[in-house]
C-alpha cells in the first residue's frame, strides 16, 4: 500500500496572502475606494465572527455590498468565476510537488475553514485531480474532535502551523513546513518548501 501524505491547502499548497492581495485589488475596482478602506471593512467583518475559519465568501461579499451600496454579483463572481486568482496563488513548487508524488504516493487534503471556498480553491486552481476524493476532509475545525476522529491514522500530514503539527503529532506522523524563517523544531520534521518532499523519493 503506498504511502498516504495529507496536506494542508492555506499556507501549504496555496498562498493566501496572495490571494488576499488579488482579492483586494479586483473588489477595490468594484467597489470604488481605496485599499486601506477595504483592509478596514475587512477588519470588521472579521470582528463578528468567533474564528477566522467562520470566513464566508458569500458574508463578506453581501457585508461590502450592503456597506457601499454595490453590486453583489460583481463580488461574487471574483469568488466564482474568476479562476485565474485561484492558479496565481499557488506557492511556485506547488505543481511541480504533487506531479512528482502523484504516482509514489496517495495524496489527500486535511483542512478547514469554509467548505465552498476550500473545495472551490483546489477547483479552479486544478489541484483536485492529485487528490484521491476518499481523503479530501475539510472541516471548520481541524483540531475538533470530529475532525481528528476522522483522520486516517496511516497518514504523514504536512501543516504550517507549529500549534496544528503538535497537537495532531500524538495521532500521525506529522510535517511541519516553516515557511516564515528558517527555524526547524528539533521535536518535529520541519521542511521549508514542498520540493523537500521530493528529495528522498
Known amino acids: 500500500m503506498q504511502e498516504l501524505v495529507l496536506?494542508?491547502?492555506?499556507?501549504v499548497l496555496f498562498d493566501t496572502e496572495r490571494f488576499g492581495k488579488l482579492l483586494r485589488s479586483?473588489?477595490?475596482a468594484i467597489l470604488g475606494i481605496s485599499e486601506e478602506e477595504l483592509?478596514?471593512?475587512?477588519?470588521?467583518y472579521y470582528s463578528k465572527l468567533s474564528e477566522r475559519t467562520d470566513f464566508d465568501p458569500h458574508g463578506i461579499t453581501a457585508y461590502l455590498s450592503h456597506r457601499y451600496g454595490k453590486d453583489v454579483v460583481k463580488l461574487n463572481k471574483v469568488f466564482w468565476e474568476e479562476e485565474d486568482l485561484y492558479q496565481e496563488s499557488l506557492?511556485?513548487?506547488t505543481l511541480e510537488v504533487l506531479e512528482k508524488l502523484k504516482d509514489k504516493?496517495?495524496?489527500?487534503?486535511?483542512?478547514?475553514?469554509n467548505e465552498e471556498l476550500q473545495n472551490r480553491k483546489l477547483d479552479a486552481a486544478r489541484l483536485r485531480d492529485y487528490f484521491s476524493s476518499e481523503y479530501v476532509f475539510i472541516h471548520k475545525r481541524k483540531?475538533?474532535?470530529?475532525?481528528?476522529?476522522l483522520l486516517p491514522r496511516e497518514a504523514t500530514f504536512v501543516d504550517n502551523k507549529h500549534d496544528v503539527v503538535?497537537?495532531?503529532?500524538?495521532f500521525?506522523?506529522?510535517?511541519?513546513?516553516?515557511?516564515?524563517?528558517?527555524?526547524?523544531?528539533p521535536e518535529i520534521k520541519t521542511i521549508h518548501s514542498l520540493t523537500e518532499l521530493t528529495t528522498d523519493n
Not at 483592509?39 to 470588521?44: E, G, M, T, V
Not at 504516493?105 to 475553514?113: A, C, E, I
Open 105 to 113: 504516493k496517495t495524496l489527500g487534503v486535511f483542512s478547514q475553514g
Open 143 to 149: 483540531l475538533s474532535d470530529e475532525a481528528i476522529e
Open 7 to 11: 496536506f494542508d491547502i492555506d499556507g
Open 39 to 44: 483592509i478596514s471593512a475587512n477588519a470588521d
Open 166 to 170: 503538535e497537537a495532531l503529532q500524538k
Open 91 to 93: 506557492f511556485p513548487e
Open 172 to 185: 500521525v506522523d506529522v510535517i511541519w513546513i516553516n515557511r516564515k524563517s528558517e527555524e526547524s523544531d
Open 26 to 28: 479586483r473588489f477595490v
